[in-house]
């Protein structure tokens, strides 16, 4: 029996919940920790994908500014779809489209206490991150909640993920666990699938790259602005002059090569000759530049294809919408009828 297929009488694949805030363009490290996953497992499993629009306003900078996280939600697809997601094979669907979501997710709410919510290691980073002090909304706090209500609601078995995404699946897990048990077997506890890279380093050496941090490489980055941030990119600080031995382990330059650069041969010479002070930063860096420019050409050809056809884009969110609702309509059903919330 495949992988993918339920083993409790096999009526239909495993499912795959996956997706992104709608808060601006993909970047390098939005394909590393999930985007990969999702393109090699479309076939494999049946793949939703969610545009988070609801959970962009969860943020001080985007709340004011619902012209960007509109404009995000095409940005979004259509990242998706030149990566080469297949929308004939995968639904796409805006958050904010399937209302049904809301209701499981204030459910969920009352299953998790708010120390437990405020406990979350992903939130305290970002708190931490992006300075918000005490100044975060309800809305801040109970996003873990509404993406269990994501993955839950169309009970997706599988959820690619970026390695801080981690402890939101966790959540989602332990409010599965609670419902079960206090109300009846609804759901299963779905799974995490990290990336081959958990946490792509910024251009800057930051642990994370991120859009707010200004430390990105966008999936439609033009030619110009990638060597320009190629070329700024850091390397072994304590290496002077192009003949000190330099460190390649934490370099940010070479876990690009190893992430990126198809070419594996030219990766290991290249790590040889810099432990041994026999190549400078440049050339590493500009043999970067070729890997990351070959390997986003054909991106940007889709993403301009895409952003061309908008009218495309919409049909395809519209017609993943009424695919999801009906997904989340079902299980908002039984939900109701465990809860005894059906009887009238």
Not at 35 to 60: C, G, M, S, W
């Amino acid at each position: 029996m495949n992988d993918a297929t339920e083993s409790s009488g096999g009526s239909r694949k495993k499912r795959i919940l996956t997706g992104d805030n709608a808060t601006g363009r993909l970047h390098l490290g939005h394909y590393a920790g999930s985007l990969e996953n999702r393109v090699k497992l479309q076939d494999e499993y049946e793949t939703f994908v969610i545009i988070a629009d609801l959970h962009a306003f969860a943020y001080p900078k985007y709340v004011s500014d619902p012209e960007k996280i509109a404009r995000s939600v095409f940005d979004v697809t259509i990242a998706n779809l030149a990566v080469g997601m297949d929308p004939s094979k995968v639904c796409f669907f805006a958050e904010s489209s399937v209302t049904e979501i809301y209701k499981l997710g204030v459910i969920f709410s009352m299953l998790v206490s708010h120390n437990r919510a405020l406990r979350n290691p992903t939130l305290k980073e970002e708190i931490r991150d992006k300075n918000l002090g005490d100044k975060f909304s309800m809305g801040f706090v109970n996003f873990p909640l509404l993406q269990a209500a994501d993955i839950l609601g169309v009970k997706a078995d599988l959820v690619p993920v970026g390695e801080d995404q981690l402890p939101h699946i966790e959540l989602a897990r332990e409010i599965v666990r609670k419902f079960n048990k206090t109300y009846g077997e609804v759901f299963k506890e779905p799974e995490p699938l990290v990336g081959k890279v958990s946490r792509l380093v910024g251009t800057d050496g930051n642990t994370k790259m991120s859009k707010s941090l200004d430390n990105a490489i966008y999936l439609n980055e033009p030619e110009e602005s990638l060597k320009r941030k190629v070329m700024g990119m850091y390397t072994d600080p304590n290496r002077i002059h192009p003949t000190d031995p330099g460190t390649v382990e934490g370099n940010p330059v070479f876990i690009y090569h190893d992430t990126f650069n198809s070419n594996e041969q030219e990766v290991e010479d290249l790590k040889q000759l810099y432990r041994e002070g026999r190549v400078g930063d440049v050339e590493v860096k500009e043999k970067l530049f070729y890997a990351l420019n070959t390997f986003l050409e054909p991106i940007r050809e889709r993403y301009n294809h895409y952003e061309s056809r908008l009218e495309d884009v919409r049909e395809i969110l519209v017609s993943g919408k009424n695919k999801a609702q009906e997904e989340v309509r079902k299980t908002m059903s039984e939900v109701e009828n465990k809860m005894k919330l059906d009887l009238i």
